[in-house]
């Protein structure tokens, strides 16, 4: 199955499109000229392209890029200057309801969300990759928490997402320096899962989305949720949790399908429950 869906064509932007081919969707953020540095629209756009992902049926595995030679350079630094309304409670009302848009929605998001990051990915634009379950990036990805360089601090959940992807130590110091990684010192510290060939990323993402979209679809949601639920709880309420998983997906009809395809050595056909 195949669907092109531009943000135009559904009332949001030019500026971001979604596409679902076989089961896996692609979000780009589409503003080349601009290293794709958001705008609202943009992130209202990729909020809703995740509400249309989770109701679908046709969609297993979410990637999110950016078109060009850029992942995504952060905010558009337009309203950041001279004439902007520096009120507090404007600046946290934007902040609470735009910028954390994205991560709080990722948070409730039922599928996998891979990030595939294409060239720079900084400041705002790094905290969309850092929300992502996980990264891949091609070999000119580089990477800048780069808010303590403009006096500001990560809005985008980048000091709550980064020690736990990294631990604490290394996250400290890339927020206080706002040095840039290349992707392979990404993928030396665990920031990225895989480094390939810029030519190669999507084709890449492709076959892991297609690796993860192929599993019976019941149980990544729950271990994804079993993951989620297991860092911020006791030991003893995650095994609690995860025995109520299992029960679930153990009655449901892809358990025994999945193991009658593995012993005839085939691909499961799953009905998701």
């Known amino acids: 199955m195949h669907a092109a869906i531009a943000g135009e064509e559904r009332g949001m932007t030019q500026d971001f499109e979604l596409a679902v081919e076989d089961g896996i969707a692609t979000m780009t953020l589409n503003r080349p000229d601009k290293l794709n540095a958001f705008t609202p629209e943009m992130l209202e756009a990729l909020v809703a392209a995740l509400d249309e992902c989770d109701r679908r049926d046709d969609v297993a595995v979410a990637i999110l890029t950016g078109a060009g030679r850029g992942f995504c350079s952060g905010g558009d630094i337009g309203g950041m200057g001279e004439g902007a309304d520096r009120r507090p409670h404007v600046t946290k009302e934007r902040i609470w309801r735009m910028i954390q848009s994205f991560p709080k929605r990722v948070a409730t998001f039922e599928k996998p969300i891979i990030a595939a990051v294409n060239g720079p990915a ?103 949720r079993v993951v989620n639920q297991g860092l911020d709880c006791d030991m003893t309420t995650a095994f609690d949790l995860v025995s109520s998983h299992i029960a679930i997906t153990r009655a449901g009809p892809d358990h025994a399908e999945a193991i009658a395809a593995f012993k005839e050595k085939r691909k499961g056909r799953y009905v998701g429950y």
Not at 167 to 181: I, N, P
Not at 184 to 192: F, R
């Open 122 to 224: 900084v400041g705002g634009g790094m905290d969309l990759a850092l929300a992502c379950d996980i990264r891949v990036a091609g070999e000119s990805a580089r990477f800048s928490e780069s808010y303590a360089r403009i006096g500001l601090l990560p809005g985008g959940g980048g000091a709550w997402f980064l020690p736990r992807i990294v631990g604490k130590a290394r996250a400290l110091e890339l927020l206080w320096t706002a040095k840039f990684l290349d992707a392979h010192q990404a993928l030396e510290i665990g920031l990225v899962n895989h480094v390939w060939p810029d030519d190669a990323l999507m084709t890449e993402a492709r076959k892991l989305a297609r690796e993860i979209a192929d599993m019976p679809p019941l149980s990544v949601r729950l271990i994804k």
